[in-house]
């Protein structure tokens, strides 16, 4: 696991790009309270997703809209099809962790 940032820096409700040995990760702080981290790009378009929105549990890429389940990766909205890969997160002593092992099985 690698230290991302402290939780401080990613309000509820919001998404952070963080550049993670060459990977490029939105970690995402969901409306349900939790951390998330997927895929920082979109499978629709090449465009960062940590600049869309964050509904409940999704994130929607801001170019075209579609929405992607934090949990799973998988499309919630068209026009992606494919899903993106999510990253396992733990969150210890107020730090964000993140693996870069996919827990979804999908690689970018």
Not at 19 to 31: F, P, R
Not at 72 to 98: F, K, N
Request: proline share 6%.
């Amino acid at each position: 696991m690698i230290r991302i940032c402290s939780t401080e820096d990613v309000p509820k409700g919001t998404a952070i790009s963080a550049d993670v040995d060459g990977t490029q990760l939105a970690v995402v702080h969901g409306e349900d309270g939790a951390f998330y981290a997927v895929y920082d790009e979109c499978s629709h378009a090449s465009v960062a997703l940590s600049e869309g929105e964050v509904e409940g549990c999704t994130l929607e890429c801001w170019l075209h809209g579609s929405r992607f389940d934090l949990r799973t990766g998988e499309p919630t909205g068209l026009p992606a099809t494919e899903p993106v890969p999510v990253y396992p997160v733990e969150v210890r002593d107020g730090d964000i962790y993140v693996s870069l092992t996919p827990s979804n099985g999908v690689t970018r």
